[in-house]
Nanobody, 122 residues
């Protein structure tokens, strides 16, 4: 099994910054793509940003130029630096990872964290 734990959420004023972290642990052999998603009440979960194990990145148009995704493969940890935050960024942010578990029964699967609340006040 693989566990993902997010941290770094909180309350911030519009224009402020937050840095989210996602630490992966457990029976990990390899992690491929990782990503951040967010969800507000009554809406579908949406992609914020993704990063491959080769550090190629992809961002939602709504966060381009404001958010930066990164990862430290030696620590199995991913980050999301969020600058110039807006009230519409308010959501629960979820970490996702596609991971291969260790032998003797290696299996690729998608894993999710429990989410961290980000609230941006106007």
């Amino acid at each position: 099994q693989v566990q993902l734990v997010e941290s770094g959420g909180g309350l911030v004023q519009a224009g402020g910054s937050l840095r989210l972290s996602c630490a992966a642990s457990g029976s990990i052999f390899r992690i491929n793509a990782m990503g951040w998603y967010r969800q507000t009440s009554g809406k579908q979960r949406e992609l914020v940003a993704t990063i491959t194990d080769g550090a190629s990145t992809n961002y939602a148009d709504s966060v381009k130029g404001r958010f930066t995704i990164s990862r430290d493969n030696t620590k199995n940890t991913m980050y999301l630096q969020m600058n110039s935050l807006k009230p519409e960024d308010t959501a629960v942010y979820y970490c996702n990872a596609r991971a291969l578990t260790r032998p003797p029964m290696p299996v690729w699967d998608d894993y999710w964290g429990q989410g961290t609340q980000v609230t941006v006040s106007s």
